[in-house]
Every structure is written in structure tokens, then in C-alpha cells.
């Protein structure tokens, strides 16, 4: 007689009977983990924390919210966590509007607490044409760092006209509680705006010196025909490339065979400061892989290699056009700088063009003293509208770099100690 008997799951001894393979021994079944049976449920806490953290990620890369709605990105949810349930449009504009408030009541604290500030507005238009007003706000927090928030940018209704601008900022200064702290407004040059500008309350209105700049830029360049010129040849090059796949793709080849930097080539855009200078730079940092591909007929044709064409004197006179354009590239560059004041650079910027960069050489060809001596008149135009003191002159003789003033005239240093001796009577 067979004594063996089957254990059960539990470890109970088992009638062998009733066992299916009697005269069998069965190993005991191992319990199994529960992470190994069951998946853990996403917590509603972590449910919260993923959904507010989808609605930042949304809102700093400016993304659509459909997002959230695609396959992909909910197969990427799946396998992030896969118990995660993916939320609506809908509540993530809520989410939105959560992040929002949150974030401007954090905003309405800092500058509740400060006496003085400077606005920076920009009207501009949209590639569907809709028109949009942006508005910033710059102040010094208690430690004297630099501080600048994004107020609005909203669609401007009516037509762009000085009034409706100035409403618009208005209703901001309004909405954020900014009447009587503004120091300043700084905007473009536009006529419109320059209105606008002194029709707020505000102490001063000021045009941005980078924009002006890029008018300095626009009036030399229309001065000297053969740079206008070379401009159009270099912006049908790199159209050429950007819209021909082959081109692109031999382009790319060359550019490996030469050991060069595997780079596309930059356009020129009218309304994107300084792109004539960086296009002009990237062509000619890609002359010799551009002028294998136009001279390779299995990838450009007889036709379109002569309509694109540049000759050793185009190369030069492009050589040459970067070089007097590179100052104000700098010029540019450093007076948008946003983590540091700098309307205490203008004049001494513009001082330092006018006096070292933009004067004549015995070197300069007969385009590149053209060049600077419209430069230098329109300079002169364009940074000199005012006969009385500027908020520029003022900063400068407060930014110890510049106090001796020495790149202003003996004139306006004796104004400026003047009226700084006059503030300092009053203040006694």
C-alpha cells in the first residue's frame, strides 16, 4: 500500500484519493510576490503630481494642448507609467489655469514690494497675421539682482494705432497694479509707438538702442548698393539649399569630406536682428563645400549653377561686409544681454563705434568707407534726437565704469554735474 501522500497548496496533507496523480509527491507551490501578480495602481497623489507636471512641461515649451490626445505620447505615458490615466484637454487647462495663478500671485508679492520699475513693449504680428502686444516688467530685488517678468502677451483687437497701444499698457499698469511705479517704457522706434510712449504715465520713454541699431545697420547697407546686392545673391544660395533636398544632402556630404562642420546654412530674415551678418558668415565658412556642390552637374544643373553664381570679387566684397558689420553684431548682442542693466552701455557703445570702429583706414576699401561714413552720420541722426539730458547720459555718469563721462562732450559733462549738484541741494 502506497502511504506517500500530495500536499496541498496550503501544505495540508491531501486524501490521496482525491488526488489526480496519486502515488506522485507534488512540491509545495511557492507564493508568489504581489508586484510579480499585480501591477501597483498609480496613487491619486501621484496621478496629481504627474498631470501638474504635464501642464508645466506643456506651458515652459509652449505646446500645443492637444499633446496629450496623440498615440505617441500616450504609448511614451504607458511605458513611463503604465497605470497612469493620461488626462483631457480639458483638465489640463485647468491645470494650466492652476500654473498660471500660481505663478502670478508669486509675481503681484515681488512687485508689490518695489517703488520703481521699467516696462518693455513690442506690438508685433503673427504669421497668420494676428496682431499681439507683449509686455515685460524689469525691476532690482532687495539684493539688487535683476528681475524680469513677462506681464501679458495678448492679441491687440483694434488697429495698432498710438491710442489703442497706449490703452493696452494702460490696462496692464492697471491689471498688475503698476500705476505711479513706472520709471520707464522702453520700445521700438515705430512712430506709433513712440507716441504711445508719452502718452502713459510714465516718467520716460525710451527707444531700444539694439533697434536702433539695426536701422544704423539698414541705412549703410542701402548706402552701398553692391552689399545690397551680395545680400541677394547669398540669400538665393541658401534658399537653394533649404529647398533642394539633393543639394542639402550633397552640401552635407562635403562638408564631412572637408572635415568641416556639418552645419545648414542661415537665411537672412528682414525682422531677425543681425541675420544678414550671420548668413554672410556661414557662407563663406562653407564656400568651399557650396562651390563643389554648384559645380557638381549631376547634382546642379548648367542653369541653376550660373543663376547662383558668385564671383571671386562677390567673395571679397562679402568678406569685407562682415568685417565692418561684425561691431555692431557685438553692439547688439550686448545691449540684449537680460541678466544685466544695460542702458548705462548705450552711449559709450555708441561712442566707442563712432570713434574707433566706423573710422576711415588707409586699409578700407573704397565700400567699406562708404559704409562707415553713413554709419556714422546715422548714428549721429538716430542717437542724438534730444538736446536735453537722457536717461542714458543720467545712468552713465551713476555706473562708476562711466562717472567721468569722457565719451560725452565737455558740454553735457558740465549738465550732467550740474543737475546731479542741483539733486543733491534738494536733497537736504
Given amino acids: 500500500m502506497n502511504m506517500t501522500h500530495a500536499f496541498s497548496a496550503d501544505g ?10 496519486s502515488g506522485t509527491v507534488e512540491p509545495p507551490r511557492k507564493k508568489r510576490k504581489r508586484n510579480e501578480t499585480t501591477q501597483d495602481f498609480c496613487s491619486s497623489d501621484r496621478q496629481e503630481s504627474i498631470t501638474q507636471a504635464i501642464a508645466k512641461f506643456i506651458s515652459t515649451s509652449i505646446l500645443p494642448l492637444s499633446i496629450v490626445s496623440l498615440e505617441g505620447f500616450q504609448n511614451f505615458m504607458k511605458v ?25 500671485s508669486i509675481i503681484e508679492k515681488k512687485l508689490a514690494v518695489t517703488s520703481s520699475i521699467s516696462l518693455t513693449t513690442d506690438e508685433w504680428c503673427s504669421r497668420a497675421k494676428d496682431r499681439y502686444i507683449s509686455v515685460e516688467v524689469q525691476t532690482l530685488d532687495n539684493d539688487c539682482c535683476l ?50 510712449g508719452n502718452l502713459i504715465e510714465t516718467e520716460d520713454s525710451i527707444s531700444c538702442a539694439a533697434h536702433l541699431i539695426q536701422l544704423v545697420v539698414k541705412d549703410c547697407m542701402t548706402a552701398v548698393p553692391q552689399y545690397e546686392a551680395i545680400t541677394k545673391k547669398g540669400a538665393r544660395i541658401v ?21 568641416m562642420k556639418n552645419e545648414r546654412l542661415v537665411q537672412s530674415c528682414p525682422t531677425r536682428w543681425d541675420s544678414i551678418f550671420y548668413m554672410c558668415e556661414s557662407l563663406l565658412r562653407n564656400r568651399s563645400a ?137 536733497s537736504f
Avoid at 82 to 87: D, L, M, N, Q
Fill in 12 to 21: 495540508n496533507v491531501d486524501d490521496p484519493s482525491n488526488s489526480s496523480n
Fill in 80 to 104: 513611463l507609467e503604465p497605470t497612469y490615466k493620461v488626462p483631457c484637454e480639458q483638465t489640463i487647462r485647468s491645470r494650466l489655469q492652476v500654473l498660471y495663478n500660481t505663478t502670478r
Fill in 147 to 196: 528681475q524680469h517678468f513677462n506681464l501679458c502677451t495678448e492679441a491687440l483687437e483694434e488697429r495698432p494705432t498710438a491710442i489703442n497701444i497706449a490703452d493696452s499698457l494702460n490696462s496692464v499698469m492697471i491689471d498688475w497694479n503698476l500705476i505711479g511705479k513706472v520709471q520707464a517704457v522702453v520700445h521700438d522706434s515705430a512712430r506709433a509707438m513712440e507716441l504711445a
Fill in 239 to 259: 534658399s537653394h539649399f533649404h529647398h533642394s533636398d539633393l543639394a542639402v544632402g550633397a552640401l552635407s556630404k562635403r562638408q564631412k569630406q572637408l572635415e
Fill in 290 to 426: 557650396i562651390e563643389l556642390v554648384l559645380g557638381d552637374r549631376q547634382i546642379t544643373t548648367v542653369a541653376i549653377s550660373k543663376n547662383l553664381e558668385i564671383s571671386e570679387e562677390d567673395w571679397s566684397i562679402m568678406e569685407s561686409m562682415v568685417k565692418v558689420l561684425r561691431p555692431f553684431q557685438v553692439a547688439t548682442t550686448v545691449l540684449c544681454n537680460e541678466n544685466m542693466v544695460t542702458i548705462s552701455l548705450v552711449r559709450p557703445i555708441i561712442h566707442g563705434l563712432k570713434t574707433k570702429h566706423m573710422i576711415e583706414s588707409s586699409e578700407d576699401d573704397n565700400y567699406i568707407k562708404l559704409f562707415k561714413s553713413e554709419a556714422i552720420s546715422s548714428l549721429n541722426k538716430r542717437f542724438n534726437k534730444s538736446a536735453n539730458l537722457t536717461s542714458e547720459q543720467i545712468s552713465c555718469f551713476l555706473d562708476p565704469r562711466y562717472k567721468s563721462l569722457s565719451h560725452e562732450d565737455e558740454f553735457t559733462r558740465k549738465k550732467v554735474n550740474f543737475c546731479e549738484e542741483r539733486s543733491y541741494r534738494k
